[in-house]
T-cell receptor
Framework: SQKIEQNSEALNIQEGKTATLTCNYTNYSPAYLQWYRQDPGRGPVFLLLIRENEKEKRKERLKVTFDTTLKQSLFHITASQPADSATYLCALLNAGNMLTFGGGTRLMVKP | GAVVSQHPSRVICKSGTSVKIECRSLDFQATTMFWYRQFPKQSLMLMATSNEGSKATYEQGVEKDKFLINHASLTLSTLTVTSAHPEDSSFYIC??????????FGPGTRLTVL
């Protein structure tokens, strides 16, 4: 069965450092991969979408890599700030726009 | 771009009443809309998928007579929780997708049934 794993339940880092979140998947061949941010009591906010034939995508302080051989995506936040503290969700998207979510990683950036 | 709104953001109702939640895509045409529910500290659980003008497809275990979904236009879908009970209290989130790949989520609706 399809399985998506995100690294550790919580990740604590110091302000200014780079946060790296991992998403591994098995038994799946996604057409796209999306990363979302979710704050408590709010719906997920779209951050980045990367296609299966793209290796890397950047948006401001965010960078996503997608390795379909390793079946892994890495999500980086550079120069992290306390305001980046949230839960980050990895989601695999098939060609029909159906999403499968990972369990999420809670990031805490300490000042 | 790709903004999705939901209304209301919070609703409290008495047991046995029905509640309607609206989901709108504000700047794109949503050919498909999705409804999720989320319990505290858990991941989003897909309830149903609806295509404009068609009947919704419900996930296993979701009662279609309890959770009525209407997707009458390319910018609006509604979820009606009929005869709500306390166990229906949850966080309901809609998402929408159009021609481009990706799902875009609304801010969610917190339903509390007393």
């Amino acid at each position: 069965s399809q399985k998506i794993e995100q690294n550790s339940e919580a990740l604590n880092i110091q302000e200014g450092k780079t946060a790296t979140l991992t998403c591994n998947y098995t038994n799946y061949s996604p057409a796209y991969l999306q990363w979302y941010r979710q704050d408590p009591g709010r719906g997920p906010v779209f951050l980045l979408l990367i296609r299966e034939n793209e290796k890397e995508k950047r948006k401001e302080r965010l960078k996503v890599t997608f390795d379909t051989t390793l079946k892994q995506s890495l999500f980086h936040i550079t120069a992290s700030q306390p305001a980046d503290s949230a839960t980050y969700l990895c989601a695999l998207l098939n060609a029909g726009n159906m999403l499968t979510f990972g369990g999420g990683t809670r990031l805490m950036v300490k000042p | 771009g790709a903004v999705v709104s939901q209304h209301p953001s919070r609703v409290i109702c008495k047991s046995g009443t029905s509640v309607k939640i609206e989901c709108r895509s504000l700047d794109f045409q949503a050919t498909t809309m999705f409804w999720y529910r989320q319990f505290p500290k858990q991941s989003l659980m897909l309830m149903a998928t609806s295509n404009e003008g068609s009947k919704a497809t419900y996930e296993q275990g979701v009662e279609k007579d309890k959770f009525l979904i209407n997707h009458a236009s390319l910018t609006l879908s509604t979820l009606t929780v009929t005869s709500a009970h306390p166990e229906d209290s949850s966080f309901y989130i809609c998402s929408a997708s159009g021609r481009a790949p990706g799902q875009f989520f609304g801010p969610g609706t917190r339903l509390t049934v007393l």
